[in-house]
């Protein structure tokens, strides 16, 4: 099994509805991440938590939510999907410490029509 | 804050011809440095990290990268590429103290053709 699992791998959903992305990891990691990539933007960051009590928004958070429900498991929702939410979006672990590179799960395209 | 800029979206190259994938970084303090790869249809993974040390730091799948301060680049190189290495890279970077977020590049699609 990978280290960091990411379901659905490809979505395609309506405007307006309510989506959730679902992350889990296997590497003990404390920290976990939500990007998103965009053709010629790179990642950027949407939410971060440090631990299960510790959450924060990143860079893009505005119609997003996430819930840290244990050490393991980090999920993302778009409340209200939106076209322009269309993008790949990626989990990421990593230890405590600067110093440390991230694992990254396979991704979730997602698709708002 | 920081920032990471790669200077070329895409990169063609013939198969085992050398390769400089360039990255430039601002940060009013001191960063450690990464590069990510993606291959098709696949997450980013670490292909090496500049921590502290010596500048020249190598990674896997024969790709190194050098660091140089005083021009805030962190280039990455490969003597001989395959057709395999056809993928896009990051660069990243992030505060060494009290650093947790890491700021990623727009990515360099690099094209190795036969």
């Known amino acids: 099994d990978a280290d960091v699992t990411q379901t659905p791998r490809n979505r395609i959903t309506k405007t307006g509805k309510r989506i959730m992305l679902e992350c889990s990891q296997t590497?003990?990691?404390?920290?976990m991440y939500w990007y998103r990539q965009d053709p010629g933007l790179g990642l950027r960051l949407i939410y971060y938590?440090?631990?299960?009590?510790?959450?924060n928004k990143g860079e893009i958070s505005d119609g997003y939510s996430v819930s840290r429900q244990a050490q393991a498991k980090f999920s993302l929702s778009l409340e209200s999907a939106i076209p322009n939410q269309t993008a790949l979006y990626f989990c990421a672990t990593s230890r405590t410490g600067a110093n440390y590179g991230y694992t990254f799960g396979s991704g979730t395209r997602l698709t708002v029509v | 804050a920081q920032s990471v800029t790669q200077l070329d979206s895409q990169v063609p190259v013939f198969e085992e011809a050398p390769v400089e994938l360039r990255c430039n970084y601002s940060s009013s303090v001191s960063v450690y440095l990464f590069w990510y790869v993606q291959y098709p249809n696949q997450g980013l993974q670490l292909l090496l990290k500049y921590l502290s040390g010596s500048t020249l730091v190598k990674g896997i799948n024969g790709f190194e990268a050098e660091f140089n301060k005083s021009q805030t680049s962190f280039h990455l190189r490969k003597p001989s590429v395959h057709i395999s290495d056809t993928a896009e890279y990051f660069c990243a970077v992030r505060a060494n103290t009290g650093g947790f977020k890491t700021i990623f590049g727009a990515g360099t699609r690099l094209f190795v053709k036969a």
């Open positions: 590497k003990g990691h404390d920290r």
């Open positions: 938590s440090f631990d299960v009590k510790d959450i």
